[in-house]
């Protein structure tokens, strides 16, 4: 089992060293990003593509898409979490309260946000009674949740084996009214980075946990019990827990760096279908930043390179012929773009992640996921 998780942690903070080699890393590690915050709320029956996803966000202000707004508030969370925590920091319940906050700001009930549950809770069936597990009362979970961020500030066990243990204890307690799961998968991320393995990139480890999502709940149910902590049943339960996660973030890894490298493969081609692309062009910065956007408008794609809107619909409109980007809307306003190749890609890896054997074409997907892409015939 420690052999597992170094060997995870190994895979961890190879794909950071990578990340930190490749050009504009940050585009990358915001699209493994929405790929994480897609996984999380999959494993809550919250179920958007990738397409879909990336479209919503550039139109949320026009036009509202319930469940993708609920996927996006745990892209907001996430976003903060990369945003805000560095190696180093203490990490505190605020941090929680404020990950949580993020999460449900769009939701139905943001109300909810950065609250403590008030009432009991319970997970499974119509009551109490009839539930599979029903966590501590109200009363406790002040006490609870400050001796799990101690043990987050202050235990010496590797970096995997905490972050595991205390994902895994923040889902027992179930802190809040709503919205538990994700917050506690944003805890893994807030460890990863306090800690120092992560910093550039963002491992979709919820991906492959929503793959294997049977035993994953199989192994939280398993690990919380009445018993003694250091008894032959509790080693047993921390043991299946420990391998299934340090399982998920190998997974998480192998598949991200494989992305990666598909991405900057689509990078170089679109810069020879675009040639000739001047260095620090906006067309130059725009292909190096549409990992970060594969679906924007004009105004979206200034902001990205920060160029005039002139130079912007320049680039787009030659980015266009060359096929890198499509218009996506009718009419000369509000145009949106997509870069399909991308999202395919993406699309691709979400696929692969849904396979037990990491390929639909050899074991189907074990969850929704969008259809395969159909490739498309280039014109020469």
Request: aromatic residues 4%.
């Amino acid at each position: 089992m420690l052999a597992a998780l170094e060997d995870a942690a190994g895979d961890l903070g190879r794909l950071d060293a990578t990340a930190a080699v490749l050009t504009n890393s940050e585009a990358l590690a915001r699209l493994l990003l929405r790929a994480e915050a897609v996984g999380s709320s999959q494993i809550e029956g919250l179920v958007v593509g990738a397409r879909r996803l990336l479209k919503a966000e550039v139109l949320r202000e026009r036009q509202q898409d319930v469940t993708a707004e609920e996927v996006l508030g745990a892209v907001d969370a996430m976003t903060w979490v990369t945003e805000s925590v560095q190696a180093g920091d203490k990490l505190e319940i605020e941090h929680l309260l404020e990950a949580h906050r993020r999460l449900m700001a769009h939701s139905p009930n943001p109300e909810l946000g950065g609250e403590i549950r008030y009432l009991q809770n319970w997970i499974g069936g119509r009551s109490p009674a009839e539930a599979y597990y029903v966590p501590p009362p109200a009363h406790l979970i002040p006490e609870l949740l400050a001796d799990l961020m101690t043990f987050v500030r202050e235990s010496r066990l590797p970096v995997l084996a905490k972050t595991a243990i205390a994902h895994a204890q923040f889902e027992s307690v179930h802190p809040f009214a709503d919205g538990n799961g994700r917050t506690g998968r944003a805890l893994i991320h807030l460890i990863l980075r306090a800690d120092g393995l992560v910093q550039r990139t963002v491992p979709p480890v919820s991906l492959s946990l929503a793959t294997h999502a049977a035993q994953y709940v199989e192994a939280l149910t398993a690990f919380r019990h009445v018993g003694k902590p250091t008894g032959p049943r509790a080693r047993t339960a921390a043991n299946q827990w420990l391998l299934l996660f340090a399982a998920a973030c190998s997974h998480a890894t192998a598949e991200a760096a494989g992305f990666e490298r598909a991405a900057a493969d689509l990078k170089d081609a679109w810069r020879e279908r675009a040639a000739p692309v001047r260095a620090g062009s906006a067309v130059e910065l725009l292909i190096e930043t549409l990992p970060a956007a594969p679906v924007l408008t004009l105004a979206g794609a200034a902001r990205l390179i920060d160029r005039s809107q002139q130079a912007a619909n320049q680039a787009l409109a030659r980015l266009v012929e060359a096929r890198v980007l499509r218009e996506v809307t009718d009419g000369r306003r509000n145009r949106i773009y997509e870069a399909p190749e991308l999202i395919d890609a993406f699309t691709l890896l979400e696929r692969r992640f849904a396979s037990p054997a990491a390929d639909t074409r050899i074991e189907p997907p074990s969850r929704p996921v969008p259809s395969r892409p159909v490739p498309t015939r280039r014109r020469h």
